[in-house]
């Protein structure tokens, strides 16, 4: 049992120095670069048996042979990999070597480190033999070939611009000098494009029965600007040569820059209809407005209002024997007999609509008051008590008839 307990922790060390541990490049080509702030890019390729640069761009993929034109040093991760190597490849990917790539210079071998050479043994050793098949290995950056690759590819890319290293390095910095430029330029007309303006309500009530109601108008008008791209994220340029891409980019960037002013000159605004009970309203409000303006105009115009269960409020009937009241919702009956009456139907005339109910049987004592019928205990017409869409002028035609409540009783 011991014996097996130090293999398994052997392994498990083992085992550690599989993991890869591959970190980013970036931070030291940047302190390598004092001059240039926007560098450019190639990619560097091997073809017919000579490294050449490709394609030049203002961008670059770190799982491709980039290189910075400006330091001429590489745009992948160059930190070696850890890992195991021999016949475990056939038999265990997941701890072999995952980073070898000759285009971009990571050769593969075995490790002979004295630290992992002497844990090789040892565990060789106690595993009887197990442990052989385990080699130590690593994934390296071959600075010396990558030197000589990008040294000629530097020279052939010279030689077919048909320009001097001066030149190239001009080129360089007048790139730089436009990026920086063009940057100011977006990010400022960018910064500057701001929702200024306040609107201006203003109520149209043509239907003349609006009123003193209170209006939330933030709830019917919003304001919104075109959105815009960062800077860092405008479209990438790919050329042949240095010198063309450098006027291929002032080109994007003049017409980056009147896209943009274009986009920055409009604030756009939505005018919404929301539903407002029992109003027919509409909003009216331009379209958009120059994100230069103050201020803009909204119209509010009330065209007419619903009216709901519209009746007499506080009316009252009586003779010599009894007396009736309606109060807008409720009946309310009073004998004033010393006898009992029994209330046998009631009708109820409104707007040349009537609504009746009989056999109510409804027995009231003598000299007593009470409650006894409701309107909603009517079948009513609707549109005897309701009058959409109305306007002050309609609403004094439909009034010039008074109703009148016609009683039956014993």
Request: proline share 2%; with cysteine; aromatic share 10%.
């Amino acid at each position: 049992m011991k014996k097996i307990t130090i293999i398994a922790s052997l392994m498990l060390i083992v085992g550690c120095s599989s993991k890869s541990s591959i970190d980013s490049n970036h931070s030291k080509q940047a302190m390598n670069d004092k001059y240039i702030e926007n560098n450019l890019y190639g990619k560097m390729e091997k073809v017919n048996n000579s490294y050449i640069f490709t394609k030049i761009s203002t961008a670059y993929n770190n799982d491709e042979p980039w290189v910075n034109l400006s330091t001429m040093r590489p745009m992948w991760n160059l930190v070696h990999e850890e890992c195991i190597t021999g016949v475990v490849e056939v038999t265990n990917k997941r701890i072999t070597c995952k980073t070898e790539d000759k285009s971009l210079f990571r050769d593969k071998g075995v490790d002979v480190s004295a630290k992992r050479a002497a844990g090789y043994v040892i565990f060789s050793a106690l595993s009887m033999g197990l442990g052989a098949a385990l080699v130590p290995g690593k994934v390296k950056f071959n600075e010396d070939e990558f030197q000589n690759a990008v040294n000629e590819a530097k020279n052939n890319f010279l030689k077919l611009d048909n320009v001097s290293d001066s030149e190239f390095r001009k080129l360089l910095v007048e790139y730089d000098l436009e990026m920086i430029s063009f940057k100011a330029n977006y990010n400022q007309l960018a910064a500057d494009y701001q929702i200024k303006a306040i609107p201006n309500f203003k109520l149209v009530d043509k239907s003349e029965l609006y009123g003193e109601r209170d209006i939330n108008y933030d709830d019917h008008v919003s304001l919104r600007k075109n959105p815009i791209k960062d800077v860092n994220d405008i479209q990438s340029v790919d050329a042949g040569s240095i010198g063309s891409l450098v006027d291929l980019v002032k080109n994007r960037n003049t017409k980056s820059i009147n896209q943009l002013k274009q986009l920055t000159s409009k604030i756009y605004i939505v005018c919404s209809n929301n539903k407002i009970e029992g109003v027919n309203y509409i909003v009216q409000c331009p379209g958009y407005i120059d994100s230069t303006q103050n201020s803009f105009d909204v119209n509010f115009i009330v065209n007419s209002i619903d009216f709901e269960k519209v009746v007499p409020r506080n009316m009252n009937f009586e003779d010599e024997k009894i007396k009736i009241e309606f109060d807008g919702y409720n009946f309310y009956v009073e004998n004033k007999t010393e006898s009992y009456i029994t209330i046998d139907s009631l009708s109820f005339y409104h707007n040349s609509k009537i609504a009746s109910s009989s056999k109510i049987g409804y027995e009231l004592a003598p000299l007593a008051k009470s409650s006894f019928f409701s309107l909603n205990s009517l079948s009513l017409k609707k549109s005897a008590i309701d009058f959409p869409n109305m306007t002050l002028s309609e609403a004094k035609g439909k009034m010039q008839r008074l109703p009148t409540i016609t009683r039956q009783y014993l």
